[in-house]
């Protein structure tokens, strides 16, 4: 299996931890400012980027402006570890050339444009884009007093940490 597949799955797992461990209550409350987003909501967003890319078109495109945004899924634990064990076994079975040029579809703030990527670099952005929405999470779980028991939840791993101040 292909380092990208490797790196995407060990970040993906800390979604199923969090899904195990988060009420369907505490997964879709958005009462933490200043955005006023869920948890639900950010993992749901994750899911379907990756989705996008594994749904690739037969002219080897990739639109991730084509989201799914299943709302049920950003409120309810089981639906959304379903979501991401289906995501899982696709990534787990995938068998593409990851130096292959992709066509990307994305809307960067002027409309759609279609740019030239590698299957492996659009996975990279997936996984580093989990891991930004990650550390969004952390905020939200902070503001409603939960607390990760991965230290490492929403920190890229090249992120100097900072000790703790008491």
């Not at 461990?21 to 987003?37: A, G, K, R, W």
């Not at 379903?82 to 076994?89: A, D, G, P, Q």
């Amino acid at each position: 299996m292909d380092i990208i597949i490797q790196s995407t799955l060990k970040t993906l797992y800390k979604s199923k931890f969090l899904l195990e461990t988060l009420s369907d209550n505490d997964f879709c409350d958005c009462s933490v400012s200043p955005y006023y987003s869920s948890v639900g909501s950010h993992i749901r967003h994750i899911l379907d980027f990756y989705d996008c890319i594994l749904n690739m078109d037969s002219e080897r495109r990739i639109d991730l402006t084509a989201r799914n945004r299943n709302k049920d899924v950003e409120s309810c634990c089981i639906l959304a570890a379903e979501y991401l064990n289906k995501i899982i076994n696709q990534l787990t079975n995938i068998d593409y050339n990851f130096d292959e040029i992709v066509t990307v579809i994305d809307d960067l703030g002027t409309g759609k444009i279609e740019m030239s990527y590698t299957l492996a670099a659009v996975l990279s952005q997936a996984n580093s884009h989990t891991i930004h929405h990650y550390a969004i999470i952390n905020y939200i779980l902070d503001g409603l007093e939960i607390s990760m028991a991965d230290s490492d939840f929403g920190y890229n791993p090249i992120t100097p940490k900072r000790a703790k101040l008491n």
